[in-house]
């Protein structure tokens, strides 16, 4: 395992981390046309997976990554929470946003709607805004 801050990460490493960041903003982007169109399920979903891969990003600085989803948000919180790096209901929105989307994905009657749909592209969209802060910050994004 490696920190950022102990030494340099490799190029691989850095590509990594600004591959899942352009995935992220690409899956924002979606939940947001998404949200447009009334298609609240789906776009919930797409904003679960922009901050999803925006915590991956985070997690690969830590040298840290998960094997599920559930991994991915109790390693953020652990990584990044209960350190101070990140506020806590930033912790909160990711895992809102899984079950949510697990919610609208496999649930014959979800309870998303526009509300609820709205809020979850909010709070993924802060999400990843301020996970390209801290790994800008860091230099891991050009």
């Not at 559930?70 to 929105?93: A, E, H, I, N, P």
Request: glycine share 6%; aromatic share 12%; no cysteine.
């Amino acid at each position: 395992m490696y920190s950022w801050k102990a030494r340099k990460l490799e190029s691989k490493v850095k590509a990594l981390i600004e591959g899942y960041i352009q995935k992220a903003e690409k899956k924002l982007s979606v939940a947001e046309k998404l949200l447009h169109s009334d298609d609240y399920e789906d776009a919930v979903s797409r904003a679960y997976y922009a901050a999803f891969h925006a915590a991956q990003a985070l997690l690969l600085t830590e040298g840290q990554e998960a094997r599920s989803h559930k991994g991915v948000v109790t390693l953020f919180g652990l990584m990044f929470v209960k350190t101070g790096k990140f506020r806590r209901d930033l912790g909160k929105y990711l895992a809102n946003l899984k079950d949510d989307r697990e919610s609208g994905d496999y649930e014959a009657f979800s309870y998303v709607d526009k509300e609820s749909a709205e809020t979850a592209f909010r709070e993924a969209k802060e999400f990843v805004k301020e996970a390209i802060a801290y790994l800008t910050s860091l230099g891991a994004l050009s």
